[in-house]
């Protein structure tokens, strides 16, 4: 199984409700991501994990909060968010976050739209 | 300054003509790990290809090839025979010594039938 799922595929919310986004990887890996990626621009980093733990914060604002409950999975939960928080959200693990094999490998994404 | 500059925004080729993607970096470190990925209408990235800092030999993969030369710093990704399923955005990345990936502003390919 050489896959990372998302769900769900697409998100519309209010600025005062609260959802999360899930993600889930059956490769083994140690090091999950989230990105954020607007239209026609690039993924942004936002957070890693590795070996479960907060590696990486990106200064990403307190309404977007990550949580690692075990090895395959990874949540995003959502709360207060604000319309220029809509974009594609895409998850990506590897199977380590240092040294030898860091490719990472990325989910469909979930569209999240925020009226 | 850690950097990924992809010059071409856009690039349109009529099918099973040859296209070439630049893609140049800039870094001070010595190991860095570069990278090629497709994004194509649906949004998933695909992973194409890692190269490490050490390893300059030149690859090929079907129809896809990637020439990895340090004294220009150019990671260049050619597509031979181009088809309309090679319509996509290329991300050509850099992975850091701080463990970030560092994307380029992407290149966005149609393949004209």
């Known amino acids: 199984d050489t896959e990372v799922t998302q769900t769900p595929k697409h998100l519309v919310m209010g600025m005062t409700n609260k959802k999360s986004l899930k993600c889930e990887q059956h490769?083994?890996?140690?090091?999950m991501y989230w990105y954020k990626q607007k239209a026609k621009k690039p993924p942004e980093l936002m957070f890693v994990?590795?070996?479960?733990?907060?590696?990486i914060n990106e200064s990403v604002p307190s309404r977007f909060s990550p949580e690692c409950p075990n090895s395959s999975l990874l949540n995003l939960h959502l709360h207060a968010l604000q319309p220029e928080d809509s974009a594609l959200y895409l998850c990506?693990?590897?199977?380590?976050?240092?040294?030898?094999?860091?490719?990472?490998?990325f989910g469909p994404g979930t569209r999240l739209t925020v009226l | 300054a850690q950097k990924v500059t992809q010059a071409q925004t856009e690039i349109s080729v009529v099918e099973k003509e040859d296209v070439t993607l630049d893609c140049v970096y800039e870094?001070?470190?010595?190991?860095?790990?570069l990278f090629w990925y497709k994004q194509p209408p649906s949004g998933e990235l695909v992973f194409l290809i890692r190269?490490?800092?050490?390893?300059?030999q030149n690859e090929i993969s079907g129809r896809y090839s990637w020439n990895f030369q340090k004294s220009t710093s150019s990671f260049n990704f050619t597509i031979t025979a181009s088809q309309v399923v090679d319509s996509a955005v290329y991300f050509c990345?850099?992975?850091?010594?701080?463990?970030?990936?560092?994307f380029g502003k992407g290149t966005r390919l149609h393949i004209l039938p």
């Open positions: 990506a693990s590897s199977q380590v976050l240092r040294g030898g094999v860091n490719e990472q490998f």
């Open positions: 490769m083994g890996h140690r090091a």
């Open positions: 994990y590795s070996y479960e733990k907060l590696s």
């Open positions: 870094t001070r470190d010595t190991t860095y790990y």
């Open positions: 190269r490490n800092s050490f390893d300059e």
């Open positions: 990345a850099f992975l850091n010594r701080d463990d970030k990936i560092i």
